[in-house]
């Protein structure tokens, strides 16, 4: 009898590890969101599951909140540099 419950909730802790490392992201919004309605924290559930919680909550993750507008500045921007990195094809 014991042994039956622990083999379920070692399958039950590897199931939760596979959703939250390789399902693909929108499935995982959609666990979060979810859940969310259901009654939990919705930070702590996007963290679990890497994702960014929903643009509601005033995160600032998706840029709407943002107070200064990125288009009217003139100056350089921070943006990293992207690096291109050549290779050699030898025939």
């Known amino acids: 009898m014991w042994q039956q419950v622990i083999v ?5 802790a590897a199931l939760a590890h596979f ?10 919004r959609q666990f979060v969101y ?7 924290d919705q930070n702590k559930l996007a963290k679990l599951f890497n994702t960014k919680s929903s643009c509601g909550d005033g995160c600032s993750s ?6 200064t507008p990125s288009a009217a500045s ?18």
């Open 8 to 12: 379920g909730l070692i399958v039950v």
């Open 34 to 40: 979810l859940l969310s309605r259901r009654g939990y």
């Open 74 to 91: 003139d100056a350089p921007t921070s943006a990293p540099l992207k690096r291109v990195i050549m290779l050699r094809v030898q025939r």
């Open 19 to 28: 959703c939250t490392k390789y399902l693909p992201a929108a499935l995982r």
């Open 62 to 67: 998706c840029g709407s909140c943002d107070t």
